[in-house]
């Protein structure tokens, strides 16, 4: 395995980064929602969050920016690879329970002026952590996750 491909890397860029944007959404948004809450709750709800708002955004981005129909749009919605969600979401959530044990209420935590700070930090994370995976992916198999959209991509800009 040659970790050192920058080419590899480069490809494995833009499926991690749209794979971090959409699920993103939806688990840094309960996560923060839900913080006072039981770390459990909050991982296991902000996971569920989290790939329902990746499918969406990744539907959304096939939709606009690719051109594909509805069906095609779903389908590779569907079939991109959880392994990079899973890996972002839990990674995103333990430096939240890390980084924010002084907060105990709900309220107390949406008045931190440090939010979007401590979110960007907790996404660069799930982002580096993720990334070496879709590498290795693409290494192995010649195919990363939202496969079909780095194919179209490229064959667009071609």
Sequence with gaps: MNWSDKHTWKQSFLPTFICLA??????????????????????????????????????????????M??????????????????????????????????????EAHMKTANGLGLMLFAMSCGFILAMPYNYYQLQKTGKACHDESITSSEHLHS
Aim: with cysteine; charged share 5%; hydrophobic share 60%.
């Design 69 to 106: 129909n509805l069906k095609d749009s779903f389908r590779s919605s569907y079939t991109m690879s959880l392994v990079p969600i899973f890996i972002m979401i839990v990674a995103e959530n333990i430096i939240l329970l890390l980084m924010t044990p002084e907060f105990s209420t709900h």
């Design 22 to 67: 959409g699920c993103s959404i939806g688990a840094m948004g309960i996560a923060f929602y839900l913080i006072g809450y039981n770390w459990f709750l909050v991982l296991s709800i902000s996971l569920v969050a989290g790939f329902i708002t990746c499918m969406i955004f990744m539907m959304v981005w096939h939709l606009l920016f690719l051109k």
